[in-house]
């Protein structure tokens, strides 16, 4: 069965799929993303997604596509004519199409949006986790608003392609302090003496949906938070870490660096965390 893409009104064949050369977000990177894991054909976490969508959009004084219910009834679709039953599905708003020039398009253009879904072998990420990922550590050199998930994300590219020739699965990113701050792709998180720590979500790290909700997990099984800065050399020390993301849920991390974390596999707490993951997650009918 062929893909099928939702562009700018139309459900259009994927392989054909396209937006106008001058479209802000191929131009600019003028424009943000969301994406929700598909699980046995729900939308995971969708109102937190849309709720996060809508702020980045404000943060670029962007204007919403189309009202709220009519972009989950497109998420829908896509995903149903997809037939996703585990995978992703992936929204993109830029501030739409316009002659190429700095300023904002005056009068206002209709915003463009992009959808897509793409099916994920589940056994395949259960796999991993069982494993546990390498991370290698990079310079954080984006621009200071990461909180914005923007389509900006060359920094985050060459982070990771660093990563993969080395032979990891992830990159975290280094600030001046040689503090982590998050993942290339993922929130960054280690375990210390039963307390679970990551960042504070403020401007200098995006406030990650599988991060939000693995905070109620933790209020729910009653484990240590802190939110605070930590050194890569800290990590290092750590009796586990794990990454974040819509696409690994909570993954273990069993290497920085080429360093072993907890004797170089998963520890406890990180399966405690993954198995309570799904209780916790919000599972809307797709």
């Not at 316009?98 to 879904?117: G, I, M, N, Y």
């Not at 954080?140 to 392609?161: C, M, Y």
Request: net charge positive; glycine share 8%; charged share 30%.
């Amino acid at each position: 069965m062929s893909r099928i893409a939702y562009v700018n009104g139309r459900y259009v064949p994927h392989g054909s799929a396209a937006v106008h050369v001058e479209d802000r977000g191929y131009q600019f990177s003028d424009g943000v993303y969301e994406v929700c894991e598909i699980h046995q054909g729900r939308l995971v976490d969708e109102t937190r997604h849309l709720d996060r969508l809508e702020r980045s959009l404000r943060e670029l004084k962007i204007r919403m596509p189309m009202d709220r219910k009519a972009l989950s009834h497109v998420l829908r679709e896509v995903v149903r004519r997809n037939r996703v039953r585990h995978g992703l599905v992936y929204m993109q708003v830029t501030r739409g199409v316009s002659r190429r020039d700095h300023p904002f398009p005056s009068p206002e253009v209709q915003p463009a949006l992009v959808v897509t879904a793409k099916s994920i072998d589940p056994a395949k990420g259960v796999k991993m986790a069982e494993k546990g990922i390498a991370v290698t550590t990079a310079p954080d050199n984006r621009w200071e608003r990461v909180d914005i998930k923007t389509v900006g994300l060359l920094p985050n590219v060459l982070a990771r392609q660093d990563a993969q020739e080395k032979g990891a699965q992830e990159a975290w990113l280094v600030d001046a302090d040689g503090n982590v701050t998050e993942g290339s792709s993922t929130n960054a998180w280690i375990i210390k003496d039963g307390a679970l720590i990551t960042r504070h979500a403020d401007r200098g790290i995006l406030r990650g949906i599988t991060r939000t909700v693995v905070v109620e997990v933790l209020a729910a099984e009653g484990l240590r938070l802190e939110e605070r800065p930590f050194s890569v050399e800290e990590a290092k020390k750590a009796d586990e870490a794990f990454v974040t993301s819509a696409t690994k849920i909570v993954m273990p991390v069993v290497s920085i660096d080429g360093q072993a974390i907890g004797g170089g596999r998963p520890g406890p707490l990180v399966k405690r965390l993954r198995g309570a993951f799904r209780r916790h997650s919000e599972l809307a009918a797709a």
